[in-house]
């Protein structure tokens, strides 16, 4: 019996596959598999990963930027809530933003003492039961603690980077200026006229002799001077620190952004500034009636 032989093809085939085997013999085809990039091939892939890159990281940054003004809102909703939870309780009043006559003194956001904040000891805190530390609910994740020069308070530590409305709400208990505006009415916040304007909680620092320092003070563009005398204020508080935007919560409970006044900005390396041409209806809506 002859033994199956397997077709190898045609006449010469063997030979010529025997070929690439033989030592010696061993050729790439073009195109094969085994072909490594040129120099000019590699140049060209970085320049185009370099180009990606590019046209990737400020899109990434952007989101970076949109997701901490998405968290600032998130916050300044909470302490919206918690000053109508305080006025509940309250007869309806505003709270305090300090009570600054004796030793500690009390803020909105806690007690201060030399060792600290106690938070337990702040007017929030029935309401809004959160430490006051880096990136806290009282602190904007835009500005974080680190990213400024001063710290508020004999602790010199974290306090906060917004800014209450005391200046309008309580002026008698608005450490700085209850001396001029003390005699001003307590404000009862269902009895504000246009609650859906006016700023409660806001971003807020302030520059201090050229550095940048937190501040717990929503101040307007105008201050009182006794009798019936308003003059634009040097170093306003409210921060544009959201791309030349400041979220603020507003008496009504929504929280928005609001960019500065060109004529108002006081310093554009620290985008400090006010919103609006004057106090009202942001910051101090009766202001032409005092």
């Given at each position: ?16 596959r ?7 013999g ?21 320049a ?50 300090a ?14 003492s ?5 938070q ?11 430490e ?15 990213t ?72 307007p ?8 005398y308003?003059?634009?204020n ?12 400041a979220?603020?919560?507003h ?10 006044h ?11 500034g ?17």
């Amino acid at each position: 019996m002859v033994p199956h032989v397997r077709e190898l093809g045609p006449p010469g085939a063997v030979a010529r596959r025997s070929a690439h085997l033989r030592p010696g013999g061993l050729r790439f085809r073009r195109g094969g598999a085994g072909r490594a990039f040129s120099l000019l091939e590699l140049l060209i892939v970085v320049a185009l990963m370099t180009l990606l890159a590019a046209l990737l990281l400020p899109g990434l940054a952007r989101a970076g930027r949109q997701a901490r003004s998405v968290q600032c809102a998130s916050n300044l909703r909470q302490l919206g809530h918690a000053l109508h939870m305080y006025a509940a309780d309250y007869r309806g009043m505003a709270m305090p933003l300090a009570y600054f006559s004796d030793w500690p003194l009390t803020y909105w956001y806690g007690r201060e003492s030399t060792g600290g904040i106690d938070q337990t000891g702040g007017f929030v805190w029935p309401y809004l039961r959160s430490e006051v530390r880096e990136w806290g609910v009282y602190e904007c994740p835009e500005q974080p603690g680190g990213t400024f020069d001063r710290y508020q308070g004999a602790g010199q530590t974290v306090t906060t980077t917004y800014g209450y409305n005391g200046y309008f709400l309580s002026p008698a208990a608005t450490p700085g200026w209850a001396g001029q505006i003390g005699h001003r009415p307590w404000k009862k916040l269902d009895d504000l006229a246009r609650p859906q304007e006016l700023f409660v909680f806001a971003d807020t620092m302030i520059d201090w002799f050229g550095e940048l320092k937190n501040c717990a003070l929503l101040d307007p563009p105008f201050l009182y001077r006794p009798p019936r005398y308003w003059y634009r204020n040097a170093s306003p508080t409210t921060c544009f620190r959201h791309d030349w935007t400041a979220n603020a919560v507003h008496a009504d409970g929504h929280v928005a952004g609001a960019a500065p006044h060109p004529d108002l900005v006081t310093s554009a390396a620290f985008r400090l500034g006010s919103a609006g041409p004057d106090n009202a209806p942001r910051y101090v809506p009766d202001w032409r009636e005092w």
